[in-house]
């Protein structure tokens, strides 16, 4: 609809006032501005500074899906960490230049009346993140792996925050050696799962002492690797079939 | 219209009854719940006006509880004015809305720490309320109050006597238009909402705060009971002056519903059409923006 064509180009003129004014109603009516548009229009806003953060969100994502295509050859020449690592960079990278002013769109997207939208738009980003690397798989592992994904993405958007190494060298390091972690932990789930289903006929010995042992160190590991809250980890939408 | 020119080169809100002595054919036009010749209507709404001009304040205490101050606040934070607006309040003779707006912008300079770069005093500045009515006691009565308030001598404020339906002011120059409890008092709201959208920039917005339509079985009846018995009955007994009030009840309940009223702003061009009913529909609050 044309309005919302409006709203758009009004935002899109506002990030570029982001820098200096933050995510705020003063950038969106110096973007209002620059589109010849009255300030007034921040009335048709229904969360003014959310729906910046929220556009840029969808923006980035569709850039990614975008670069992602770009640097497809690239991409397949790596392993899977290091392809998980470049796509992830890839988007941080784009946060870059509002880096002075993301920890307020951090907590603008921490407020309770945000938090559904800001929670869905990074389920979908990490959707978005493991298609990108040639993950198509449909099976139990899906929330765990959007979850745990989630986890390495936002403990490295928080770490970028106060990195001051030169083209954020320091947080590639940290996500990758990130990624290396959880991966291995995936893994080790999945090899869990295929041989108790495999070996179902071993149950008497895997339900002895030490298969329990095994079992509940494991799920301590995913625990730790997973790094959102249980309910977070609920709300995510489900896949289609 | 022969009414209509006279108006314009006059100024004033006419008395009817010396001005019209011939029928004309254009049409015939709700006064209440009486119909009249067209061009007689903004006459007679005229003469009413002026005679309730200084009692406003006390008129409408009566009509709505003293509710009416919060229903212009809910109005004024609705339009969200910032320092630099341009905006044309009409039918605010006495100047409500245009202090309510003048209040929030200067309250707003003070507090905001961030524009450093830019020079607030200057945009302050460039700020300009402008209130606009047909009847020029109203607008003496405004004028004194802003003189009482300390606003005077304020260039941000701008009297303008003129009609609804056919503005001075250029196109696509307000930021803001509003227009509270005048727009049932127009003939043809068709083309005060017209001139509303013209006057407007891109991205301007229409507020419209009006009494409206109670639906709600119970309170319908205490509405009706309340607007019909006891309203001309103070106003008779306060300001002596039955026949306004009663005018003026009766033209809340000719005034389009709240969909139909939408539906006109929709037609006159404006995009993002929303009301709100305040207390149940006694007051509802239209917004538009011209995109």
């Keep these: 609809k044309e309005e919302d064509d409006e709203k758009r180009r009004v935002l899109n003129a506002a990030l570029t006032y982001v820098p200096t004014l933050g995510w705020t109603e003063a950038a969106i009516a110096a973007g209002a501005r620059d589109v010849n548009l009255s300030p007034a229009i921040l009335g048709a806003f229904h969360r003014k500074e959310a729906a910046l953060v929220e556009y840029f969100m969808d923006e980035s994502l569709d850039e990614l899906t975008d670069a992602v295509e770009e640097q497809s050859e690239e991409l397949e020449k790596l392993v899977l960490h290091e392809r998980l690592a470049k796509v992830m960079r890839i988007r941080l990278e784009m946060q870059a230049p509002y880096i002075s002013k993301w920890a307020q769109a951090l907590s603008i997207q921490a407020n309770p009346i945000n938090l559904p939208v800001a929670m869905k738009q990074r389920a979908v980003l990490m ?54 972690d959880v991966i291995d932990c995936r893994k080790t789930a999945k090899e869990v799962m295929q041989r108790l289903s495999e070996s179902w006929k071993f149950r008497p010995v895997l339900l002895s002492g030490s298969g329990m042992v095994q079992a509940a160190q494991l799920a301590q590991a995913i625990g730790a690797g997973l790094g959102n809250t249980i309910a977070s980890f609920l709300k995510q939408p489900r896949p289609g079939p | 219209m022969r009414g209509a020119l006279l108006r314009a080169a006059t100024g004033k809100a006419l008395r009817a009854r010396w001005i019209h002595s011939e029928r004309s054919s254009s049409g015939v036009a709700n006064f209440g719940f009486r119909e009249v010749p067209e061009d007689e209507k903004a006459g007679m709404v005229g003469a009413v006006f002026s005679s309730v001009a200084s009692n406003y304040d006390l ?69 300009r309320v402008y209130v606009c009515d047909i009847n020029a006691s109203m607008l003496d009565v405004g004028r004194q109050r802003a003189k009482t308030r300390g606003l005077g001598e304020l260039p941000s404020l701008v009297w303008v006597e003129g009609d609804a339906e056919a503005l001075t002011f250029a196109d696509d120059s307000m930021d803001g238009y509003t227009i509270a409890f005048g727009i049932r008092n127009v003939t043809h709201i068709d083309k005060a909402l017209r001139e509303a959208h013209r006057v407007l920039k891109r991205g301007g917005r229409f507020l419209c705060l009006e009494l409206s339509h109670v639906e709600t079985p119970i309170f319908k009846q205490i509405y009706d009971f309340y607007s019909f018995s006891v309203i001309p009955a103070i106003g008779q007994m306060v300001a002596k002056d039955r026949n306004s009030y009663q005018y003026l009840v009766e033209s809340i309940r000719k005034f389009p519903k709240q969909d139909d009223f939408a539906r006109m702003i929709i037609n006159a061009g404006f995009s993002n059409v929303q009301y709100e009913n305040l207390v149940q529909g006694v007051v509802a609050i239209h917004s538009g923006f011209k995109l």
Excluded: C
């Design chain 2, 59 to 127: 008129m409408n205490d009566i009509m709505s509880g003293g509710l009416h101050r919060l229903w212009k606040d809910r109005l004024v934070s609705e339009l969200q004015p910032f320092p630099g607006m341009q905006h044309l309040d009409v039918a605010g003779g006495t100047g409500d809305i245009a202090f309510r707006v003048l209040d929030t912008i200067y309250s707003k300079e003070q507090r905001s720490p961030q524009k450093k770069e830019v020079n607030e005093k200057e945009v302050v500045d460039e700020t």
């Design chain 1, 127 to 180: 959707d978005e993140i493991w298609h990108s690397v040639g993950d198509r798989s449909t099976d139990w592992d899906f929330y765990s792996k959007r979850a745990i994904l989630g986890g390495v993405y936002t403990a490295a958007e928080v770490y970028m925050l106060t990195d001051y190494s030169p083209g954020f060298r320091d947080t590639w390091t940290f996500t990758e050696r990130r990624i290396i």
